[in-house]
């Protein structure tokens, strides 16, 4: 069963910590996805990355960073919290190719103090 | 830039109703076509696509969706609706260009289903 795995449901940190989400797939998919999902606004894109140690910026990439070093995991970093980062994270993977659907994680509820 | 609309923020219907939930996109090329959906408590997952062939989709649980290319919609159709359809549901669109499989989502329509 395709599976992809996030380390933490709920998470809550204070202005100014770092901040490691954690994203695991089984699936050896080329793709990975960061989105933050808001109420109103649907799920924006963070970041992506196509290949190990490649990325791209999203729509909203400020504040944010990414790591892929092995081709099962990507993370996503908070270099100093903000109130204003507090929201759902999902993590996605993908095969390669336009036509192929996402997978998504369960979801990581991040809340900013 | 290309965007996603989905016009309906929060659609309440009784059971057995029909349902059709718009959405538009702005992209002019080739494109790939997705709805998701967000049940309560899960994860997305893929309802339908559309790439080529039939513009008549048909997804899991009874939906369907139909690509008109000159009208830039993708709508989601349901002829009835039970109450485990109450979710979150989300158009998708991937521009033909990106072989990245990056895709744009609208801002999705809240489905309650009135038992």
């Known amino acids: 069963d395709v599976k992809v795995t996030q380390s933490s449901r709920y998470l809550v940190k204070r202005t100014g910590e770092k901040v490691f989400l954690e994203c695991v797939q089984d699936?050896?998919?080329?793709?990975m996805f960061w989105y933050r999902q808001d109420p109103g606004l649907g799920l924006r894109l963070i970041y992506f990355s196509y290949d190990v140690k490649m990325k791209e910026k999203g729509d909203i990439p400020e504040g944010y960073s990414v790591s892929r070093e092995k081709k099962e995991r990507f993370s996503l970093i908070l270099e100093s919290a903000s109130t204003n980062q507090t929201s759902m994270y999902l993590c996605?993977?993908?095969?390669?190719?336009?036509?192929?659907?996402?997978?998504f994680g369960p979801g990581t509820r991040l809340t900013v103090l | 830039a290309q965007s996603v609309s989905q016009h309906n923020h929060h659609v309440i219907l009784s059971e057995a109703a029909s349902l059709e939930l718009g959405c538009n996109y702005s992209?002019?090329?080739?494109?790939?076509l997705f709805w998701y959906v967000q049940y309560p408590g899960q994860h997305l997952q893929l309802l339908l696509k559309y790439f080529s062939g039939d513009p008549l989709v048909k997804g899991i649980k009874g939906f369907e969706a139909e690509f008109i290319k000159s009208k830039f919609s993708f709508n989601l159709r349901k002829p009835s609706v039970q109450w485990s359809d109450t979710a979150e549901y989300f158009c998708a669109v991937n521009p033909g260009y990106s072989s990245a499989s990056k895709i744009i989502f609208g801002s999705g329509t809240r489905l309650s289903i009135r038992p």
């Open positions: 996605a993977s993908s095969p390669q190719g336009a036509y192929n659907e996402q997978f």
């Open positions: 992209y002019g090329g080739t494109v790939n």
């Open positions: 699936m050896d998919h080329e793709n």
